[in-house]
């Protein structure tokens, strides 16, 4: 779709038809749209190699990130996260549950609630899926000069205040 303003189109932008060639703006915002386009196919590959659907692994990914922070999390976080019902949430950490990648607990100090945790096979499965890859961002990050890594901070940070600000 290049020449018609798609994702990886840097003359034209998709959004700015009077852009001028070689627009900095437009060549920041085509190379931010084409990034955003591969971490989607990522994404995508990622839960096809699980066998997950997208709401899944996002479940899965806040379980993950729950244990790192030492967070408890419950179903009703999942779906409140998830912007579900609590009928759905169930359903979908029984799924997850079926295919091995989370189990429920009882709360450690109030036996009356059920966490959610990753299985350590998940854990594991999502480390070879993703590993390498994240080895490879992070060679990208450390080989930037500390001055450049703090102005792509503050940039993405503020595309991030741009985007969620109304």
């Known amino acids: 779709m290049a020449g018609v303003g798609g994702a990886g189109d840097t003359q034209t932008g998709y959004w700015y038809p009077d852009a001028i060639s070689g627009d900095r703006t437009v060549a920041v915002l085509n190379a931010m749209r084409a990034y955003r386009t591969a971490e989607q196919d990522m994404r995508a590959r990622t839960r096809s190699s699980m066998g997950m659907g997208e709401k899944d692994m996002a479940a899965l990914r806040l379980v993950m990130a729950g244990m790192r922070e030492g967070r408890d999390i419950s179903p009703s976080d999942i779906a409140h996260h998830l912007g579900i019902t609590s009928a759905s949430a169930t359903l979908l950490v029984d799924r997850l549950e079926k295919s091995g990648h989370l189990r429920r607990d009882r709360h450690p100090v109030d036996r009356r609630k059920v966490i959610v945790v990753a299985t350590d ?38 595309m991030r205040d741009a985007v969620t600000s109304g």
């Open 121 to 158: 096979s998940s854990d594991d499965e999502v480390r070879h899926t993703l590993g390498e890859m994240h080895v490879r961002m992070r060679r990208v990050v450390e080989s930037m000069p500390e001055e450049d890594a703090r102005v792509v901070i503050g940039f993405l940070t503020r």
